[in-house]
Structure formats: structure tokens, C-alpha cells
Antibody
Framework: EVQLVESGGGLVQPGGSLRLSCAAS????????MSWVRQAPGKGLEWVAN????????YYVDSVKGRFTISRDNAKNSLYLQMNSLRAEDTAVYYC???????????WGQGTLVTVSS | AIWMTQSPSLLSASTGDRVTISCRMS??????LAWYQQKPGKAPELLIY???TLQSGVPSRFSGSGSGTDFTLTISCLQSEDFATYYC?????????FGQGTKVEIK
């Protein structure tokens, strides 16, 4: 059974940093693109970043470029999102999702809430 | 970026109804479209990809159609568990984008 479990969310002040993690199991992690997708409270879905199987390609939505870094550790079956210079508009539930070869998302984690507030 | 217009934003329906949700693109995307269902407090779940291919395990009352700029999600006979919010997503060009969502509520 495919499982994606996010962790690392919480309350952080504007300008602060946070690192999200996603532990994957039930599939060959190193064979799949992976993504982070977020959802602000009461709002729709927004793709944030994705990363190729070997980490050689990474893509970001414009609003997080230069502030967020996606990475992965295939030996640990883990996906990460380093978030720096956080802003109030980054407040959202962040989902880790298995990315079907840089297209749609066939499995999602339960999400982790990031709140940016003073 | 490709803009997506999903309609309606709110749909009131009864169990047993046939419902359709539309997703219109600002430019053609061939069939690079997916549909998701999201229930309150839960992660989205994939329903359909490649515009019309049903994800494994999804009931056959769900169907998708369209190509180019106009797409439709149809639920042929609405069940109680189908009351949720539905999103379309294009994966034709970066950045991948989602529609604004359609909430299907009980009439």
C-alpha cells in the first residue's frame, strides 16, 4: 500500500524558515517524480514544486522561487521542502504527492499545516 | 501560464442526479487533464487522468470527456459519498495549474 506521511509543519514568524519532510513507503520511491502541492485555508490547490527521480531536475512555481528548495533522499525514501523567508501568503496545508512522471498526482499524503504569523 | 475556468463553483444536487462540471482552458492542452475529488479535511484523490481515463478503483459512474480547451466531468448517478469538491488540473505546460474547484452540495 502506497503511503506518504508529511511532517514538519507548524507556526513560524514571517521571515522564518521551516523544513517539511515526507516519508514514502509501499512503492519504489526512486522511480517516481515527487511534488509538493499546497492549499491555503478555504482555497484551492496550488502546485509548489516537483523533483525528478534522481533529483537532477527541479521546478518551482514563481511565487516560491529563490525561497523554497525541494530535495529528496532516495536511500531514505524521503522528500523534503526547505522553506525560507516565509510570508503570510505561504500559510497553507502542504501535501506531498506522487507525481506520475511529471504530470498528475496519483497518491497524496494527509498534509501538514504551515502557519506564518507573528 | 495556462488559465483555467472551472464552472460552476457551486452545484446543488440530489442523490441520483446526473451532474456535469466544466473546465475550460485559456489555450489548447490536448488531453493533458486530470480530475480530483476532495472531501473536507482530507487530501485530494485522483479520479480521472488523460481527460477520460478512470483511475483504478474509481466507480464507473464517474467519467471524463473533452480535449483541446473544453473538458467535462460527469457523475452519472450522484451518490451520498460524492458530495465533495472537485478540481481539474492541467499538466500540458509548467506551471501545472488547478481549476478553482466545484463544490457539489446536497440540494
Amino acid at each position: 500500500e502506497v503511503q506518504l506521511v508529511e511532517s514538519g509543519g507548524g507556526l513560524v514568524q514571517p521571515g522564518g524558515s521551516l523544513r517539511l519532510s515526507c516519508a514514502a513507503s509501499g512503492f519504489t520511491f526512486s522511480s517516481y517524480w515527487m511534488s509538493w502541492v499546497r492549499q491555503a485555508p478555504g482555497k484551492g490547490l496550488e502546485w509548489v514544486a516537483n523533483i525528478k527521480q534522481d533529483g537532477s531536475e527541479k521546478y518551482y512555481v514563481d511565487s516560491v522561487k529563490g525561497r523554497f528548495t525541494i530535495s529528496r533522499d532516495n536511500a531514505k525514501n524521503s522528500l523534503y521542502l526547505q522553506m525560507n523567508s516565509l510570508r503570510a501568503e505561504d500559510t497553507a496545508v502542504y501535501y506531498c504527492a506522487r507525481d506520475w512522471y511529471a504530470s498528475y498526482y496519483d497518491y497524496w499524503g494527509q498534509g501538514t499545516l504551515v502557519t506564518v504569523s507573528s | 501560464a495556462i488559465w483555467m475556468t472551472q464552472s460552476p463553483s457551486l452545484l446543488s444536487a440530489s442523490t441520483g442526479d446526473r451532474v456535469t462540471i466544466s473546465c475550460r482552458m485559456s489555450q489548447g492542452i490536448s488531453s493533458y487533464l486530470a480530475w480530483y475529488q476532495q472531501k473536507p479535511g482530507k487530501a485530494p484523490e485522483l479520479l480521472i487522468y488523460a481527460a477520460s481515463t478512470l483511475q483504478s478503483g474509481v466507480p464507473s459512474r464517474f467519467s471524463g470527456s473533452g480535449s483541446g480547451t473544453d473538458f467535462t466531468l460527469t457523475i452519472s448517478c450522484l451518490q451520498s459519498e460524492d458530495f465533495a469538491t472537485y478540481y481539474c488540473q492541467q499538466y500540458y505546460s509548467f506551471p501545472w495549474t488547478f481549476g478553482q474547484g466545484t463544490k457539489v452540495e446536497i440540494k
